[in-house]
Each structure stands twice: as C-alpha cells, then as structure tokens.
T-cell receptor
Framework: EPEVTQTPSHQVTQMGQEVILRCVPISNHLYFYWYRQILGQKVEFLVSFYNNEISEKSEIFDDQFSVERPDGSNFTLKIRSTKLEDSAMYFC???????????FGPGTRLTVL | SQQGEEDPQALSIQEGENATMNCSYKTSINNLQWYRQNSGRGLVHLILIRSNEREKHSGRLRVTLDTSKKSSSLLITASRAADTASYFCATGLIQGAQKLVFGQGTRLTINP
C-alpha cells in the first residue's frame, strides 16, 4: 500500500538555524499539508498546498515558515530561523482532494536546542 | 471549548471489553475522521464519516455521527492489547478549508 514518507525521522538543531523537513507524497495525490504536534498536545494545522501554491495557512505559519515542491515530487517545509518553541513532531499529510481522507507520514521530530 | 474535543481524556479497560470514545465539535463540517496514534509515532487513519452519514463500520470499529448534536463516537469492540494508543477525531470543515482540526485525543489503555 502506498504511503507518505518523511525525512529525517529526527532532526536536532541549534536555535536560529534553518531546517528543511522533507516529505514524499503518495504519487497521485495533489493536496499536501503540514501539521505539527508539540509533545503532549494536539495536532495543529500549519499549511495546505495545492497547484503549487499555498491554499490556506494557520497563524502559526508565520514568515519563518515556507513550503515548496522543488522538484515536483518532494514537498518541503522550511523553518528559516528556528526557535525553542518550534520543537515538535511535524507531520506531512497528502490527499486526493479537499476535505477528504488525508494520509499522514510518520513524522519528523524536531528538537531545537 | 475548541473544535473537536474528545472524552474521556483517558480510558483504561480490560482486554475483550468494548471501548467507546466521544468527540464533540462546534462548527458545520464536511466530514469527521478518526485517527490512531501509537506513542511517539505517526497518525494512522481509521475511518471517515461524511456529514450525510449516520453510522459507519470498519472491522471492529463503529463510528456514529450526530450532526444535530455535533458529536461523534468511536466504538472499538472486543478490544485487544494492540489497540492501546491515543485516538483523535478530526473534522474537515465546509468553508473551503482543506485542513483537519484535531481534538485533544483519548488515551486508551487495554489491560491484558
């Protein structure tokens, strides 16, 4: 069964550094999402992406965050200057359309020191 | 309270018993989805129920949706130790949003 993959599984970085989290969507999916989950808290929506542009973003997704599909397959989340409070599990999700089933990747655990 | 709230927050039962988790939400929805998350792991999609559906089954899972009460329930029958996990409901909203709004989750523990 096809699945969403994410790399790396764990990223440790120093505060102020840039990180790029990568996701490989399921091949026929056109909608892409990033969510995050701070330890012990609920999963929060960050951004949705369709047709090579952001379709919606949350207030968490400020100017420090950006997303792109650099090569038409990978879907990346970049945090330009990481803060301690960015430490969380980041999940990529993909889907075939709109508010339908979203398939989540295994997540990247980001630790900012 | 926030969109997508589960209760109870934690549930501990004996293997073989049924487990029922509830979810309430506040706004109109397109669909409601249930996910499972094992400790520190990813989210596994369990079942999706659309706003025009009232009940759905998948194996040992039964989901109901009451749009008049803005609530849903997830029933796991004949629970197994492997069902130990956190369970989240997530609502897909109507207003053009493709995002899912998650609740806080129910931590289910199945005791052997």
């Amino acid at each position: 069964e096809p699945e969403v993959t994410q790399t790396p599984s764990h990223q440790v970085t120093q505060m102020g550094q840039e990180v790029i989290l990568r996701c490989v969507p399921i091949s026929n999916h056109l909608y892409f999402y990033w969510y995050r989950q701070i330890l012990g808290q609920k999963v929060e929506f960050l951004v949705s992406f369709y047709n090579n542009e952001i379709s919606e973003k949350s207030e968490i997704f400020d100017d420090q965050f950006s997303v792109e599909r650099p090569d038409g397959s990978n879907f990346t989340l970049k945090i330009r200057s990481t803060k301690l409070e960015d430490s969380a599990m980041y999940f990529c999700a993909t889907g075939t359309g709109g508010p339908d089933t979203q398939y989540f990747g295994p997540g990247t655990r980001l630790t900012v020191l | 309270s926030q969109q997508g709230e589960e209760d109870p927050q934690a549930l501990s039962i004996q293997e073989g018993e049924n487990a029922t988790m509830n979810c309430s939400y506040k706004t109109s929805i397109n669909n409601l989805q249930w996910y499972r998350q094992n400790s520190g792991r990813g989210l596994v999609h369990l079942i999706l129920i659309r706003s025009n559906e009232r009940e759905k089954h998948s194996g040992r899972l039964r989901v109901t949706l009451d749009t008049s009460k803005k609530s849903s329930s997830l029933l796991i029958t004949a629970s197994r130790a492997a069902d130990t996990a956190s369970y989240f409901c997530a609502t897909g909203l109507i207003q053009g949003a493709q995002k899912l709004v998650f609740g806080q989750g129910t931590r289910l523990t199945i005791n052997p």
